[in-house]
């Protein structure tokens, strides 16, 4: 892994295709196009490319995304999250009897469904720095502890495992769970902007601006990558890894929960069945984003990119004519592909940088 | 020559791992301006100890004093607001992180507001990179290469240079010549007596009688964990020194050897064991 890419946000003047094979997120960038060109063309029929087409992915790329950019970070730090499978529907739920059981204020319903879901990711942070379990086990137990307690809280409180969650305020419904559309013109000329975009989209988006900001422009973002690169090292530097790798469980549980809390708003019901597939959907989008498995390396446009492609992939199929059935086949390609791409990006900017030294 | 002021200090410091006893009964002082040398054999305990005087742990017993006064560092960022700087045996540096970000991992410079503070990565690669630079590592133009990409000499001198820039009264080395060419290894003593000069306190670690020699102005020998000698430069020969660090179990026989060895040829001493 002797890498000499440029660090994120550089670009020396006439070494620019250079510097740009340098940034992490270019296999990701690069995979994402060639699969948008694909679907594109294969479902131009059946329209692939119309806002309200791009909405199917895109309403599904944002509820995967946003609990990818968290399992980045941990990723990234060296660990693993898989209990996020069970905090989507935990967090559904407890917001669900939060205002249908309790009574409580819809926000106040989102504030104890973050809290809870802090708490549970606060409990596998502890678990992972004191004990140095791997992560990967420490979360498959709370996957299971958690899902058995959606199950049995939702049976015990309110007597069955399917909530209803009725309407309660228009604010709510436009933030958390609702469809948006912006047609600009009037009726001859009129332009789609977009169509049918849920509010997870846009709450996709401002989450992913303040990933953004928290691994790359903050200061502290340098201590995700220091933790990921060579842990002791980085606490023999002076960084607080434990506490670090604590916020960051409690950042993808509470992701996940919020996730879980827009379906339920979108949906009014919420439902205790655990998201196994999610576990893996969101893991997919990291390394096709290009995050090291092995941690130290990885970009939050990488993880937005490789997300946009999984979600292609995934929903794309129904737009083409492609028997349904090879959906995983595709998936399962890609994720070799992509893999495969970001080794190769990664080598050759390792070459193009030496070459440049002399 | 009368004592300089004393920075750091230990007591009767013990450190156990559980029940592996590895330091015993440690006392010994880091004299502002002075180097410090730290001799003995794999495992006589030379990293446990200065990774205490860098909060990394706790001492078991004991206490540890710094200008005097007690002090207990319970991390390592509670020695480095103290001013020591540690470059540790192993590790150090994070390949696949840009040269400026491993230089100021941990202590990032920033520029912005309130909350919203940003990463100054120009500033950043711009110390970074003057600063190996002035190592010797002159290969080195652009502080957004990844640390992956250098040779492992390099990396240490990274490392060496990141000490040399925060440590502004105790600079503790780990054996920082050990991967190093001639040429860098020769500036890192330079270096340590520049800081010596600058009136730092340094600890040096090292198995080379040469490097020791060189910089050191006190000596203290491990074995075992335990001090098993002590003392100023100029009062063992080099011979002694390299039998001290060698182990020091039979050091009779050790001087037997010498003087046999020196009798048969015609008075050289032996080469300095490494
Ligand atoms: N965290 C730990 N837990 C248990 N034992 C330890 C720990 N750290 C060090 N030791 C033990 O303490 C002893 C001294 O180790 P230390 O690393 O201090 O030696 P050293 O003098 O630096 O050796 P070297 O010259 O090889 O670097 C060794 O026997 C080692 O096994
Ligand atoms: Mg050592």
């Excluded at chain 1, 737009?319 to 990664?346: C, E, P, Q, S, Y």
Aim: hydrophobic share 50%; aromatic share 10%; proline share 3%.
């Amino acid at each position: 892994m002797a890498d000499t890419q440029r660090d994120q946000g550089s670009a020396v003047g006439g070494f620019s295709i250079l510097a740009l094979f340098r940034r992490p997120e270019t296999g990701a960038a690069a995979g994402f196009i060639l699969i948008f060109l694909f679907f594109g063309y294969f479902g131009w029929e059946r329209n692939f490319l119309t806002a309200l087409g791009s909405s199917t992915w895109l309403n599904f790329a944002s509820k995967v995304g946003i609990i990818a950019i968290p399992i980045g970070f941990l990723m990234i730090a060296g660990e693993l999250d898989i209990s996020v499978g069970a905090l989507i529907p935990a967090g559904g739920i407890v917001l669900a009897m939060s205002v249908e059981l309790f009574g409580m204020n819809i926000w106040l319903g989102v504030l104890v469904g973050l809290l809870v879901a802090g708490l549970i990711g606060y409990v596998n942070g502890m678990l992972v720095t004191r004990t140095n379990v791997p992560s990967l086990i420490v979360t498959l137990a709370t996957l299971f502890v958690v899902a058995g307690l959606n199950a049995y809280a939702s049976k015990q409180l309110a007597g069955t495992t399917q909530h209803s969650l009725q309407d309660v305020g228009a604010v709510s419904e436009f933030v958390l769970g609702d469809y948006h559309s912006l047609v600009l013109g009037s009726d001859e000329n009129r332009i789609t902007i977009f169509r049918s975009l849920q509010s997870s989209f846009f709450i996709w988006i401002v989450f992913a601006i303040a990933c953004f900001y928290i691994l790359h422009v903050a200061p502290w973002g340098n201590w995700i990558f220091a933790m990921g690169g060579d842990e002791e090292s980085a606490r023999n530097a002076g960084i607080p890894t434990n506490r670090l790798k604590i916020a960051l469980f409690m950042l993808s549980a509470m992701a996940a929960a919020l996730v879980g809390m827009t379906e339920a708003v979108l949906a009014n019901t919420a439902s205790t069945t655990t998201q196994f597939g999610m576990i893996f959907n969101t893991i997919i989008c990291v390394v096709v984003g290009g995050v090291l498995l092995t941690g130290g390396f990885g970009t939050v446009a990488g993880t937005i990119f490789g997300t946009l492609t999984f979600g292609i992939v995934f929903q794309g199929i129904n737009f083409t004519t492609f028997d349904k059935d090879l959906n995983l086949l595709f998936i399962g390609a890609l994720l070799l592909v992509a893999v495969l791409m970001n080794d190769t990006f990664r080598n050759l900017a390792t070459s193009a940088s030496t070459t440049r030294k002399k | 020559m009368p004592d300089n002021a004393t920075v750091l200090e230990m007591r009767g410091v013990d450190k156990s791992f559980g029940p592996i006893d590895v330091l015993h009964e440690i006392s010994l002082k880091v004299n502002e301006g002075e180097v410090l040398c730290l001799l003995g054999d794999n495992g006589a305990g030379k990293s446990t100890l200065i990774k205490t005087l860098s909060g990394v742990h706790q001492p078991t017993r004991g206490e540890m004093l710094m200008d005097g006064k007690p002090v207990n560092f319970v991390r390592p960022k509670d020695a480095q607001d103290m001013g020591i700087a540690t470059v540790h045996q192993f590790g150090g540096t994070y390949p696949l992180m840009s040269i400026g970000r491993n230089f100021f991992a941990g202590a990032e410079p920033t520029r912005g507001w309130g909350p919203f503070k940003v990463f100054d990565r120009r500033k950043a690669n711009a110390i970074a990179v003057e600063q190996v630079r002035k190592f010797g590592i002159t290969g080195i133009d652009d502080g957004d290469r990844l640390v992956g990409g250098l040779s492992g000499g390099e990396r240490q001198s990274l490392a060496i240079a990141r000490a040399v820039y925060f440590g502004a009264r105790v600079l503790i080395l780990d054996e920082p010549t050990a991967a190093l060419g001639v040429k860098q290894a020769a500036h890192v003593l330079r270096i340590v007596n520049e800081a010596k000069r600058r009136g730092l306190a340094v600890v040096f670690i090292t198995h080379q009688v040469m490097h020791a020699m060189a910089v050191g102005d006190h000596f203290t020998v491990l074995i075992r964990g335990a001090i098993a000698a002590d003392f100023r430069k100029g009062e063992k020969t080099r011979e002694e020194i390299a039998d001290l660090m060698a182990g020091g179990e039979s050091m009779a026989d050790l001087e037997a050897d010498i003087e046999g060895y020196m009798e048969t040829h015609e008075g050289h001493p032996p080469p300095p064991v490494h």
